[in-house]
């Protein structure tokens, strides 16, 4: 599903960012706005266009010491990109 | 802001009332435009002098400060002004998610270059009708082809392509043919709102309204090219309140979210509300946004549900509903604290009924009047 090589960046569509008054991150677009949760917040953080989908675990895991992350983070993408949060370069 | 998907309450910890999300700045009442359809108060040639651009950045900051995220500038047409630029610039940099809502008259590629720098993340171009006669039949003037040149610029530029199309009696059976157009322009969202009567579409009421038949194939037709587009461009069909006969909150709450103010400086918890009597309307140059948002009585007079006519209080949808839009109420009952006509619970229902009755004569023939600053002011009254 996901092209290898390929890697997710925020969609043009919204505006990813921290904000302070909501002590979150969250996605900005026209006239609305998400509030991301922690988990969310660290993986959009990592949607720079720059890095795939392994590059992307292996910073999560190194950064919270956790292991076996992939289905989640997977899972996670799939749904930001079923958002139109996301979308993924050429690979 | 019917799309927010994070409710106001879940935003902040209860202590204090969250501050606006939504700051929508009005800066200018002047528009090339003469749309039947305008919401702005009819009377808006009487308005007072329009604020300056210090005036602009200090509500700008004070709204960011307060934890607003989303800054909207509006109008009438906001370009008619030459220091959005600056007001872009800064709402940008204090990390406001900014949205220019314009005709598209006066953006030439200059212009564009100018907003774009300034970091202006979002443009939402209205369009009239498909045909260049249709367009400038209901406007009144001749800017078709400029509204179709504007979209290829703002496209150019590398902004999305969002378009908002006012339904009305006239152009709704031309609906195939707008959502046609929006298709061939690229459009990636296109928002079909059907005139909600406010100022000048309440005073053109009986001319604007559609009858339930073109209504139903409006939305037909809205589904037929939802199926062929799928996720290329996404429609959006905003159904008309008279029709669908349930209220709506106010701005998603009266002061709850969303704040507005006029190009002369009056703090509005919605869009309409200055047509509202017996109410203190704040200036932002006397008060600071921080008491007109928590404590002026202008934002607390119908915030919650404790104000509430008893016809609501007994109702399970209250919450949802908050006896819907105040402005209709007074416009249709003269009480701004009546439940929502539009509600079939509303003892003031059958004021819908027989309007939309109207609506479904064949020899409905009103003539419109345009929202100009010389008939603004022969009317001279708000709606």
Redesign the interface.
């Known amino acids: 599903m996901i092209p290898a090589g390929a890697c997710p960046r925020i969609n043009?569509?919204f505006?990813f960012?921290w904000?302070?008054?909501?002590q979150a991150h969250?996605l900005?677009?026209?006239?609305?706005?998400?509030?991301l949760n922690q988990s969310a917040g660290e993986i959009l953080k990592r949607c720079d266009g720059n890095r795939d989908l392994p590059a992307i675990v292996a910073d999560l895991e190194a950064s919270f010491n956790a292991t076996g992350l992939t289905p989640d983070v997977e899972a996670f993408l799939a749904m930001a990109e079923e958002q139109?949060w996301i979308d993924w370069t050429e690979a | 802001?019917d799309?927010?998907?994070?409710p106001p309450e879940?935003?902040?910890p209860a202590a204090r009332r969250?501050?606006p999300?939504?700051l929508l700045a009005e800066v200018t009442y002047r528009c090339p435009l003469h749309c039947a359809f305008c919401y702005n108060p009819v009377d808006f040639a009487a308005a007072g002098p329009e604020l300056s651009t210090d005036d602009w950045l200090s509500v700008i900051r004070q709204a960011r400060t307060?934890?607003a995220?989303?800054f909207?500038i509006s109008g009438g047409e906001p370009l008619l002004r030459d220091d959005i630029e600056i007001l872009v610039a800064e709402a940008r940099r204090l990390?406001f998610?900014t949205?220019l809502i314009t005709s598209g008259v006066g953006l030439t590629e200059a212009r564009l270059a100018a907003l774009k720098e300034a970091g202006l993340?979002?443009i939402?171009l209205s369009f009239q009708d498909a045909t260049r006669e249709a367009n400038d039949l209901i406007t009144n003037t001749r800017t078709f082809d400029l509204k179709r040149k504007v979209a290829a610029l703002t496209k150019a530029a590398?902004y999305?392509t969002?378009i908002n199309c006012v339904l009305h009696r006239s152009n709704i059976d031309h609906l195939d043919r707008i959502i046609e157009m929006a298709a061939e322009i690229g459009a990636?969202?296109l928002e079909l709102a059907n005139t909600q009567y406010h100022g000048w579409a309440f005073l053109n009421r009986e001319a604007l309204m559609p009858s339930a038949a073109q209504l139903a194939e409006a939305e037909a037709v809205t589904e037929r090219w939802r199926q062929k587009l799928g996720?290329k461009m996404r429609i959006l069909f905003v159904t008309p309140d008279y029709q669908s006969k349930k209220p709506k909150k106010c701005m998603n709450g009266w002061g709850e979210v969303f704040l507005s103010v006029t190009p002369d400086g009056l703090a509005l918890p919605c869009h309409t509300a200055r047509m509202l009597p017996g109410l203190d309307f704040p200036d932002v140059r006397e008060h600071a946004l921080d008491w007109i948002w928590h404590d002026s009585p202008l934002f607390n007079r119908f915030r919650g549900t404790a104000w509430l006519p008893d016809t609501c209080q007994s109702c399970e949808d209250k919450d949802k509903d908050h006896g819907g839009c105040r402005c209709q109420a007074f416009m249709l009952t003269g009480n701004a604290g009546a439940t929502d006509p539009v509600c079939p619970k509303s003892p003031d229902h059958a004021l819908i009924e027989a309007t939309l009755a109207s609506a479904e004569r064949q020899d409905n023939c009103h003539p419109l009047v345009f929202r100009d600053p010389k008939a603004s002011k022969a009317l001279g009254r708000a709606f």
């Open positions: 043009r569509l505006r960012q904000e302070p008054a909501q969250v900005l677009y026209p006239e609305g706005m998400v509030k139109n | 802001m799309t927010l998907l994070v879940a935003l902040q969250p501050g999300l939504w307060m934890g995220a989303q909207g990390g998610y949205n993340d979002h939402q590398g999305p969002v990636e969202y996720k």
